[in-house]
C-alpha cells in the first residue's frame, strides 16, 4: 500500500496499516418510542465499536434518539442506523 507522508509516497506493508475504531456518542431512552421523553429519560453514552455492535451494548428496550460519530464529527443519519433500530423496522 503507497502511502503519503509529507512530500514523499512510501510504500507500506499492508499489515502496518492500523484500522481507526470509530467512536459513537448514542443517546437512548428506556421509554417506549412515542412516550413524552423528558431530559432524565436520556442517557447519553460513547461507544469505540462498528455502528452494528451498538445494538449489543445497549441495555434492552433501549429506544435510540440520536447517533452521532465523534471521529467524523457529525451526526449519523437514520439511514445508516444498525436495521434494528431504523424507523419503520422495529425491534
Given at each position: 500500500m503507497w502511502v503519503f507522508v509529507g512530500?514523499?509516497?512510501y510504500n507500506k506493508p499492508?499489515?502496518?496499516v492500523r484500522k481507526v475504531i470509530q467512536t459513537y456518542r448514542v443517546r437512548y431512552s428506556l421509554k417506549p418510542?412515542?412516550?413524552?421523553?423528558?431530559?432524565a429519560d436520556v442517557?447519553?453514552?460513547d461507544f469505540?465499536?462498528?455502528l452494528d455492535g451498538i445494538p449489543s451494548l445497549l441495555p434492552e428496550?433501549?429506544?435510540?434518539m440520536y447517533v452521532e460519530d465523534l471521529t467524523d464529527n457529525r451526526a449519523?443519519?437514520?439511514t445508516r442506523w444498525p436495521?434494528?433500530?431504523?424507523?419503520g423496522f422495529g425491534a
Open positions: 512530500d514523499s509516497w499492508s499489515h502496518e418510542s412515542g412516550q413524552h421523553q423528558t431530559g442517557i447519553t453514552v469505540q465499536t462498528e428496550g433501549a429506544y435510540i449519523v443519519h437514520w436495521k434494528a433500530y431504523r424507523p
